[in-house]
C-alpha cells in the first residue's frame, strides 16, 4: 500500500475512534494544539498534521518526518496552523454573521 492511502486511512480511524483514542504526539515545538498522525507505526515518511475542533478532527497540512526533513515540517507546521486559524477565523465570522440574522 503506498503513502496516500495509508494517510488515507490513518485519518479515516483517527476520526472514527474520536475522542477515544486519546490525543497523538504534539507536533513539536509549534504550539496551538497542532498534533500530527503516524501512519504505519511511525514508519511513514509523511505526517498528517491536525487539530480537534469541537467533534472534528480537521487535517490542515501533511509534511515530512521531522527527523528525515526538519525544516519541510516545520514548513508543513506553519502552513496547519495558518490554515487552522483561517477556518476559525472564517467560523467566527460566520457565527457572528448568524447571530445578528437571528436577532433581526
Known sequence: MGSAPVLIVSGHRRAVQGRRAGHGPRATGHGNNVRELRPQAGKSPWRPLYRSVGARFIISAIGP????????????CQRAIDRLTKLEDDTKDQDTNQDQNETS
Not at 518526518?65 to 514548513?75: C, H, P, S
Open 65 to 76: 518526518e521531522a527527523k528525515k526533513d526538519r525544516r519541510g515540517f516545520d514548513k508543513a
